[in-house]
Structure formats: C-alpha cells, structure tokens
C-alpha cells in the first residue's frame, strides 16, 4: 500500500489584455482541482463556468475518506465499460490488472460531472456553457492515482523529469499534455488533415465539440494515472496555451518550485504575450500529508 498523498496547489486567473469579463473559473482542494472556461458571453459563461466549479467544490465525493459511500447517478450515456478499460491498459501498461475501484471512481467522476452539466442546463436554458479539465488524487485498491477529466478545450499537463532522454535534450524538463481537446481541429489533426501547427492558426481553432451546459454533447474523457511523490501537474485554460510554447511552460515549471510563484509567473507571461482571452491556470503537486501540514 502507498502513503498517502494530497494536492499542494497554487493558482492564478485574470481576464487578459483583450476582454472586458472573465468567464474562467477554478476549485482548488486538498484532493481535487480544476478548471473550467465558460462560453455564451458576458455573465452566461461566467455563470456556466461558476456553476461546474462550485458543483465541483460541493461534492462530497472528492472528501470522503472511502468513494464508494459517494451515491452514484447513472447519467447517459452510461459508461462504456469496454472502451474505459482500453484506455486504462494503455495508459497502466505496466499494470495489466486494472483496479476495480477505478472503474467505480470514474463512474462517480462522470456522476459529479452530469451533475454540473444539469445545473449549468437548469440555470442557462441552454445559452450557456463551459469547459472543464481537473484531476482528483484518490487511494484505488491501496494506491495513489490521478483521475484526469476533460471536456472541451481546457488541458491537463504533467511535468516530465529531464533524465533518460524525456525533456527537451538540454537537461531541461519537459510537458506531456494528458488530455484530449474536444474541438473541431483536434479532430482534423487525429484524421491528418491538419498538422499541430496549422491548428494553432485555423479559423475554426475555437469551435468546440463537447461542453457541459449546452445540452449537446457533455459526456467527458477521463484517464487513470499512477500517482508519484513530487509529481507536478498544471491545468489551464486555452487562454494560457494559445500563448505559450510547450517549452516554455517546461521551463517555469520545473524551474520555479512554489506552485503559486509557478502559477504566477506563467499567467504574467501569457499577458506580456498578448493576454487575447482569459487566463487561468492551476498549478498542482503531490505531496505528503507531512509535507502539506508544513506547507499550510
């Protein structure tokens, strides 16, 4: 059985240079975190990306000691068993046997999220809605994993050690995005019709697939990821990535070690680039129980 470990996050939100609201949002917990970018407008994004993350904060699942007392609602589409342990297997390649518990835990993690959805529809009547990406550090089957969840554009990174060949080849760390965007370039990219870089620039770059609120498509990707002792995840809003290099995230990643100072850092630096929508980003480590009473 691994010790326990909880989030040491810090976190950062401004609504850039260009617009005059800021419909991001985030929750930042001791086990959870995430981030959410409205869209419908002036005060209806902010209302759909306020309501995701307070559903997210209120849930009682991210702060019970067993998960499984959480009472999960079977929304619809229910979960495809088969396509999640696909998934699993390749992302645990080094474990086979897939812990029963994740399979419950992600139930959850998609109840807790219909859940946000249903008030975002309730609240919006339909004029509104929000991405979402957020990660919950939870004890499976006697160890420590990450559920990473996604819909929409938002995105989860994890800090990848420099040796053995994994940063950029100058000793310097580098990013691996976990998530999956829900747009409409990303899927031109997945079928080759579009390169990376001319996603960057297309015009169709902000259309989005999936949404919670919008009564369209909701339902969310989530992956299953060990967890490790000093790991470092972000989580950010496309406001930050349409601004910065992979490269550069890497950088002030691994080279500031305060995960507040680290959020700060990469939200001013999306700014003096051109701050052209909002900003938010959260900057998330794994530590001990020890290490976090300390910290707080």
């Not at 060990?226 to 990643?253: F, I, K, W, Y």
């Not at 052209?276 to 300390?294: F, K, Q």
Request: hydrophobic share 40%; net charge negative; with cysteine.
């Amino acid at each position: 059985m691994s010790a326990p470990l909880v989030i040491r996050a810090g976190a950062a939100t401004d609504r850039g240079l260009r617009r005059e609201s800021n419909e991001d949002a985030l929750v930042v917990t001791a086990t959870m975190c995430a981030v959410a970018d409205g869209m419908g407008g002036h005060e209806a994004g902010e209302v759909a990306s306020a309501l995701c993350v307070r559903t997210l904060g209120a849930s009682p699942l991210f702060r019970l000691e067993d998960f499984r007392q959480f009472a999960v609602s079977e929304p619809d589409p229910p979960l495809d068993i088969a396509r999640f342990r696909a998934t699993v297997e390749r992302e645990l390649r080094l474990d086979p046997e897939i812990p029963d518990d994740a399979i419950e835990a992600v139930r959850r993690v998609r109840s807790v999220l219909w859940q946000a959805d249903q008030h975002i529809q309730s609240a919006c009547e339909g004029r509104a809605g929000t991405t979402v990406t957020g990660v919950w550090l939870a004890q499976l089957d006697g160890r420590m994993f990450w559920l990473v969840f996604n819909t929409g554009d938002s995105r989860t990174y994890r800090l990848l050690p420099p040796p053995d060949g994994t940063g950029q080849g100058d000793g310097t760390p580098g990013l691996a995005q976990l998530t999956v965007d829900h747009s409409e370039v990303q899927y031109l990219v997945s079928i080759g019709q579009l390169t990376s870089a001319q996603a960057l620039v297309h015009p169709r770059r902000n259309v989005i697939t999936r949404a919670l609120g919008t009564g369209q498509v909701w339902e969310p990707d989530v992956w299953v990821l060990p967890a490790q002792p000093g790991e470092r995840l972000m989580l950010c809003s496309d406001g930050l990535t349409n601004e910065l290099s992979p490269a550069h995230m890497a950088r002030v990643l691994g080279s500031v070690p305060h995960p507040k100072e680290a959020a700060d850092v990469l939200l001013q630096a999306a700014l003096r680039t051109g701050g052209r929508d909002n900003v938010t980003v959260i900057v998330a480590d794994a530590v001990s129980l020890e290490e976090y009473a300390a910290w707080v």
